[in-house]
């Protein structure tokens, strides 16, 4: 049975900075493109990063660009999303995905291509 979880919840000022994580289980995560969706308040499932199966190529979306890294363990089944100068805006309930695609290509903002999902972790930046 596969298992996918995240970790790193908190609530930060604007400026700040938190890492979310990711472990997967009953897969070897190293065989997917894995990345990160976030969903706001009233709005819908968005994808913002994305980095290949072997780590070598990342994609983020533009309002992420320069602030957020994603990274991954694959012998450990986990990868990270370090998020830095958190604005208001990135307010939102983040979920880590598993694509079912080694690479990222062009797909990896459609939620259509995920194979797994998190449950989802609430970030909230306020002040």
């Known amino acids: 049975q596969v298992q996918v979880s995240e970790s790193g919840a908190d609530s930060v000022q604007p400026g700040g900075s938190l890492t979310l994580s990711c472990t997967a289980s009953?897969?070897?995560?190293?065989?997917?493109?894995v990345g990160w969706f976030r969903q706001a308040p009233g709005k819908g499932r968005a994808g913002i990063t994305c980095i290949h199966g072997n780590g070598g190529t990342k994609n983020y979306a533009d309002a992420v660009k320069g602030r957020f890294t994603i990274s991954r363990d694959n012998a450990q089944n986990t990868m990270f999303l370090q998020m830095n100068s958190l604005k208001v805006e990135d307010t939102a309930v983040y979920y880590c995905v598993l694509y079912r695609v080694v690479y990222c290509s062009d797909i990896w903002r459609q939620t259509g291509y995920a194979a797994y999902w998190g449950q989802g972790t609430q970030v909230t930046v306020s002040s």
């Open positions: 009953g897969v070897r995560l190293m065989d997917y493109a």
